[in-house]
């Protein structure tokens, strides 16, 4: 039986009267390649949100690794890529090895100090992500796609069990997105680590997620790619072509 | 020549100990309020501290011991605002300031007679410094930089991006509470220094300066930490030279230092354009 990395029940969140989420019940475990998908507003970042304890559910329980996200303190076993972080539109004076040593905090105790120990897990990041020529670059004279990969850096240093990543490809050029899909995916196979990706990348998630999760305030389809490629409710929502661009990627690498 | 023998005098020494460490101290500060788009708390308390002084005279005991925890409950009214109230932090620091400075004019009428101390306190008057206040300045400067140094990568992160920050594991409503408590401490320690009307640009320019030159988080407190004291140093002496009131130069030293910084940062990215 695999260790359980998330697990959600009746999981419901609602902001001034609005519900956002409604009854989410799932696992999610180590080993998993789990896609997030849905519409504009479907509540994805929320639930990423509740998950990680940066929002209170309003009801329903959630828990990480065992233990209820509002007491969870192992903040070590989370990468966590957030979307649209806000310091990156300003002159912020960080430079991307400095951004990505933050990464390596959640495994520190106050004074938290980051020292030359820490230097080989940051050159790797660095060069996973492809981005070792800009570590002494700072962060706000990059452009969208580099300052989305330093922050994918930051989420990976720390090598943890479970990559939370909010639309981590958004803007990346094809080379490096296809680089990063790869990374993630040796990440999952070989280190067991459970990806949580929220995505509008329909041509990736074929090709390397195992399950999905179509949300749209609620679950309307969760389960792996084989059940996903026969489900006539989901093409409703999903749409006929962008569910045969799933299956066909699907299909391909089953065979490959 | 003039210069040097003015090192001799006692009120100097002890403007350029106490200037020197209060302003090193909110430079560093003032780094992480503006790149948090907070610089602005530093004037809202600095008018809180007004009332609080008023308050303290009023009550006939010594100005500080009433502001400190005064300024402190402001500065974290301030963050309460902001976080439960979802005020924006501009309106939350309007509002706390308009009710100190409202406070103060109040008892300075009902009081009537200590009008002439308060106005010391408006525009500072760091050359007036006492032994007593020096060491104290010293003692809480050293203490509050060493806070900073404690937290330095807590603070880094939070101003960097505070969700990340809490998925880090760091607690960022003790980070903020910190961050606000410091800079309380700190206006009321910069009131001497500039005087409570002048007391924000402490906090704002050596931050905004050491921007235009800083490559590297580290590099840019050091920058901000220097411009500080450059100016400082310079205001002294040139308010001494020509007679002229010690706060107000010190804040036209400061901005001489941001527009040297913006023309030398102006001409490095150009050199390095080419």
Known sequence: MPISVVSLRQLCFTYQSTTVLSDISLDIHAGDY???????????????????????????SAT????PTQAFR??????????????????????????????LL???????????????????????????P?????????????????????????????????????????????????????????KGTAVVIVTHDIGGIGQYASRLLYLDKKVIFYGGFDDFCYSHDVTNYFGEFSQHIICHRHDRKERN | MQLIEALHYGFIQRALVAGIFVSILCAVLGLFLVLRRF??????LAHVTFGSVALGLFWGIYPLYASIPLVCISSLGILRLTQRARIHADAAIGIVSSLGISIGIVVASIAGGFNIDLFSYLFGNILAISRTEVVLSVALSLGLIMAVAVFYYDLFSVTFDENYARVSGIKTGAVNRVLVVLTSLTVVLAMKVVGIMLV??????????ALQLGRGFKATLFIAGLAAVCAVVLGIFVSFAFNLPTGAVIVLMSFFCLLLAFVAGRLLRIRGAA
């Open chain 1, 34 to 60: 789990l896609a997030v998908v849905g519409p504009n507003g479907s509540g994805k970042t929320t639930l990423i949100k509740v998950l990680l304890g940066l929002l209170k559910p309003s009801g329903g």
């Open chain 1, 64 to 67: 990480l690794l065992g233990t």
């Open chain 1, 74 to 103: 192992d903040w070590h076993k989370i990468g966590y890529l957030p979307q649209n972080p806000p310091a990156l539109s300003t002159r912020f004076p960080a430079t991307v090895k400095e951004v990505v040593s933050l990464g």
């Open chain 1, 106 to 132: 959640s495994r520190k105790h106050i004074p938290r100090r980051i020292g030359k120990s820490d230097a080989a897990a940051v050159q790797k990041a660095l060069e996973v992500m492809d981005i070792v």
């Open chain 1, 134 to 190: 800009l570590k002494h670059t700072l962060i706000g004279e990059l452009s969208g796609g580099q300052q989305q990969r330093v922050l994918v850096a930051r989420a990976l240093v720390a090598e943890p069990q479970m990559l939370v990543l909010d639309e981590p490809t958004a803007a990346l050029d094809p080379e490096i997105r296809e680089r990063f899909f790869n990374a993630l995916a040796g990440l999952n196979k070989e």
């Open chain 2, 39 to 44: 610089s602005l708390i530093g004037d809202g």
């Open chain 2, 200 to 209: 924000s640009s402490l906090l704002i320019l050596p931050a905004v300066t």
